[in-house]
């Protein structure tokens, strides 16, 4: 299966911006845009043989092209976003897999964001300060006091920030933040500063953990790349290709091959191969590299900034 670029669903929040330029040529309707999903389940195949399919179909069709035979699942393994937030979210956690489980959903929600830019004094809210129990949480939420338990963290451009399930968390405004999770939209509101909409006050406290490893991540330089955080469920390289590079030494040395997905933070890319049309990657674009695919170029059109983003299962490595 060759490489085929994902067309970007825009999802409304209400904590969103109305306009997302110039990041996105796009313009909010009726509600404000605050995620865009670049492999989202409902995002649509813009290139290729598969064009019009939406990322769940292609992956109920073909799951073995797109992942490979040590695949431990058949659907999409991680959701992809990048996260546009002009007000703050609500304070929140993400279960892990076991009381997602347990719930009759698939997988948890550990995710990381990665700061495609950042203002002066952004900052997130990430975990709970060091002695704060559930009760002083509970209460926090009873009285509008929750963030005087949150551990802050200013951010920087370039700052990966891990968040693993069960950590309590916010985003707030100031920063665009790729988001790299698992393929899970389970979330439990604490805290929402007075919006309508619904809290999961009971799951949320159950979800919680006091400490979790959630944090700043030091990238790890590799020759031609920068590891900016590899972990279980999903591993996040930014890498230089000076010209072009072929699609071999995309991969890491000794990585298995898996599914692959290139992002370009700035500037832009083409794919070129034998047997399939030429795929564009444009600045904040995204292309799956299947399992299954046919050797590769890609060549630097100008300004690259090249994100690889592959799957880890649990257990051990892709």
């Known amino acids: 299966m060759a490489p085929f670029r994902i067309e970007p669903q825009f999802v409304d929040r209400v904590w969103g911006y109305r306009d997302l330029r110039p990041w996105y040529d796009r313009e909010a309707g009726s509600q404000p845009i605050g995620e865009v999903w670049l492999t989202g389940d409902q995002c649509l195949v813009a290139t290729g ?11 109920a069709e073909a799951w073995g092209a797109l992942l490979g035979a040590a695949a431990p699942s058949k659907d999409s393994p991680l959701l992809l976003k990048v996260i546009f937030a002009k007000e703050k979210l609500s304070v929140q956690v993400h279960p892990d897999d076991k009381m997602a489980n347990k719930y009759g959903e698939p997988r948890g929600k550990t995710e990381s964001w990665y700061a495609l830019s950042a203002e002066p004094g952004a900052e997130v809210a990430c975990g709970l300060k060091p002695g704060v129990t559930l009760e002083q949480v509970k209460a926090g939420i009873a009285d509008g006091t929750l963030e005087a338990s949150l551990n802050m963290l200013p951010v920087e451009a370039g700052d990966m920030i891990f968040v693993d399930a069960g950590t309590v968390h ?30 999961h006050v009971e799951k949320s406290i159950e979800a919680t953990r006091l400490q979790t490893r959630a944090g700043k991540i030091a990238p790890v330089a590799l020759g031609d790349r920068k590891t900016l955080i590899d972990v279980e469920y999903f591993r996040v390289q930014q890498i230089k290709v000076a010209g072009s590079t072929s699609s071999t030494s995309l991969r890491a040395a000794g990585e298995a091959v898996s599914l692959a997905y290139l992002f370009a933070a700035s500037g832009a890319a083409r ?23 046919p050797e590769f170029v890609i060549e630097n059109l100008g300004g690259l900034d090249l994100i690889r983003i592959t799957p880890n299962w649990p257990g051990g490595k892709a």
């Not at 916010?170 to 500063?193: F, H, K, V």
Request: hydrophobic share 35%; glycine share 10%.
């Open 49 to 59: 043989e598969h064009t019009g399919k939406t990322l769940a179909g292609l992956f």
């Open 170 to 199: 916010a985003i707030w405004p100031g920063s665009i933040l790729l988001e790299t999770q698992q393929n899970c939209d389970l979330t439990y509101r604490m805290y929402d500063y007075g919006r309508p909409r619904q809290l």
């Open 271 to 293: 794919l070129s191969g034998s047997g399939f049309e030429p795929v564009d990657l444009p600045t904040r674009g995204i292309v799956a590299v299947p399992a299954s695919s």
